[in-house]
């Protein structure tokens, strides 16, 4: 039983599939796990609130399925990043609230998968890097390197960056999101310092949660 922070090699790298995924990985021996993207910019105005569709995709992973604010405390309605999306809704980002949404999930779970934002270095505030709130957390990081060409230099350089952060890299999960030859995928392996959790095939349109035997996680 783990809680895991998840971040990726760039925006667009399949953290949130890949954590879909992870979410019904750590089900699969019966035990509960719940999702949380703290900070989601790009919202859709509903009536029940600003909606994400990360935090949508994973509540919807969820089980139980917590409220829709634990999961996504800090929700900004503007697509950018979330330095500008917050000074555009007039929101000052701090750390307090998604600790406190943190502990209210784990309450509800002892598995907890918290989606970053972008890659690893993507601030969360002017004065909030990523790698403080993992601190804050106390959760072991798990790398999602988005399969592509050039990946092998986005996942040395982020495992580095995290190392340095003084941060807990656990283990890294390929996420093919387009089709690349295996050869490629055994060179990201051998750069990386910590184990592979498993490698998602290129799927698109396939639900995730369909592709959680890929992963060995637990
Ligand atoms: N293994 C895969 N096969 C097919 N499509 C994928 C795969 N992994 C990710 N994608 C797609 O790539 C896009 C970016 O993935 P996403 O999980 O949203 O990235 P991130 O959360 O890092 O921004 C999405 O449209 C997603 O469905
Ligand atoms: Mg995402």
């Not at 609230?97 to 918290?114: C, D, F, K």
């Not at 601190?135 to 340095?164: E, K």
Request: glycine residues 12%; aromatic residues 4%; contains cysteine.
């Amino acid at each position: 039983m783990a809680s895991y922070f998840v971040t990726g090699t760039d925006t667009g790298a399949g953290k949130t599939f890949s954590s879909v995924a992870l979410l019904h990985a750590l089900r699969a021996g019966g035990a509960s796990a719940v999702g949380m993207k703290p900070v989601a910019s790009g919202c859709e105005a509903t009536a029940g609130g600003l909606r994400n569709d990360d935090a949508l995709a994973l509540q919807a992973a969820s089980d139980p399925r917590p409220d829709y604010a634990l999961v996504n405390p800090y929700a900004l309605p503007e697509p950018t990043a979330p330095q500008i999306a917050a000074e555009r809704a007039g929101v000052r980002i701090h750390l307090g609230p998604i600790v406190e949404a943190y502990r209210h999930l784990q309450g509800l779970s002892g598995q907890i998968v918290v989606e970053g934002v972008g890659g690893w270095l993507a601030p969360l505030a002017d004065d909030l890097e990523q790698s403080d709130l993992v601190r804050a957390l106390d959760l072991p990081v798990i790398l999602v390197v988005g399969l592509r060409l050039g990946c092998l230099n986005h996942a040395r350089l982020t495992a580095r960056a995290i190392q340095a952060d003084g941060c807990r890299l656990h283990g890294w999960i390929g996420s093919n999101i387009e089709p690349l030859e295996p050869r490629y995928i055994a060179l990201v392996a051998q750069a990386l310092p910590v184990p592979c959790l498993g490698v998602l095939p290129h799927a698109p349109g396939v639900p995730p949660a369909t592709l959680a035997a890929n992963l060995a996680v637990g």
